[in-house]
């Protein structure tokens, strides 16, 4: 049977980083590809028997090649620090590195959030990027800061799973609205790097609504309840931001000089 590498992309996870080594000790290889934490997720990780190579952050295209890079074996599995992978998925994964139908293959993942599985605002089937593909079949591009654009470098058809991995996006609103912040700020940079000009109150406004609607009604969140509330209007206001801070990007504004003013001698 093939072996298989798996990577975990970490910074500052020592509350995740155990459950999801874990949810891989199957594999003939973990590989922690951490950014310089400043908490202990390379120790704790190390304890459980993976490899971590530490990688600066300079955008998680080149954080993902060089991640995979890093693996040893012909296979890579790829994980997030709030991923698990669950028994179902381990053995379906199993079976596809036995007699492999493609060299690329899209996972399945089931969203727990606010208490409950996510079942509609585009959180199930969340089918992000292949997460189990042979190695030199998928390379993202490197200057992308966020949302990281990939090629599936093969002539065969990509697969797809059937067994999900379960993720656990946020345990606290608070995360939820530091990753708007953080996403909207590496957003804002991908938008300049395309070279676009400036943009206005309405354009940002028109995408971030449209960010919600998109969320809320045609990917059914409004059957999720408070979560899918919540998630939709977490993408209007990280989609509204990352155009708003596109905008200051662009605008540049320095405030208006502030000379000294002495005292005024009174004759």
Known sequence: MNKVSVYIIAYNEADKIQDAIRSVLWADEIVVADSHSQDNTAALAEELGARVVQIPFRGFGDLRNRAMAACTHDWIFSLDSDERCTPEAR????????????????????????????????????????????????????????????SVVTNRPVGYLRHAIWQFPFKRLEELLHKANKYSTLGADKLALTGRGNCSLWTALAHGIWSFCHMYFLKRGILDGWPGFIIALYNFEGTFYKYAKFHELRSRWTPPPSPPLPRVTEE
């Open 91 to 150: 053995d379906e994964i199993l079976a596809c590195l036995r007699d492999p139908r493609a060299d690329a293959y899209y996972v399945p993942r089931r969203n727990f959030f606010m208490g409950r599985w996510i079942r509609h605002s585009g959180f199930y089937p969340d089918y992000r990027q292949p997460q189990l593909f042979k190695k030199g079949a998928l390379v993202f591009k490197e200057d992308d800061p966020v949302h990281e654009e990939f």
